[in-house]
C-alpha cells in the first residue's frame, strides 16, 4: 500500500472489487480514477514539500481532487457511466 494519504482504497474501503470491475468495463470510469490518482500524487507532493507550489495552486488541486472524488462516489453508487 502507498503511503500517500487519500489513495481510493483508504476513501472507499467497502468498495474495492466494485472499483476494480468498474475500472475494467467502464471507460469514464477508469479514466476519472486515473485523473484522481495523478491529481492525489500532485497534492501529496506539494503538500510535503517534494514539489512546492503556490497555496492556491495547492488549493486548487484540492477542489480538482474532491471533485474527482464525487464523482467517483456517483459511480459507485449508481454502477454506470453517466456521462
Not at 4 to 15: C, D, G, K, N, S
Not at 43 to 52: C, G, S
Not at 53 to 71: I, N, P, T, Y
Request: proline share 4%; charged share 30%; glycine share 2%.
Amino acid at each position: 500500500m502507498s503511503n500517500t494519504p487519500h489513495e481510493l482504497a483508504e476513501e472507499f474501503p467497502e468498495a474495492a472489487a466494485k472499483i476494480s470491475e468498474l475500472k475494467a468495463t467502464d471507460a469514464h470510469f477508469a479514466k476519472l480514477i486515473e485523473q484522481y490518482h495523478e491529481v492525489n500524487r500532485a497534492v501529496h507532493r506539494a503538500e510535503t514539500r517534494v514539489e512546492p507550489v503556490s497555496e492556491e495552486a495547492e488549493a486548487e488541486m484540492r477542489r480538482k481532487r474532491a471533485h474527482l472524488k464525487d464523482h467517483i462516489a456517483f459511480h459507485l453508487a449508481h454502477g454506470a457511466s453517466h456521462g
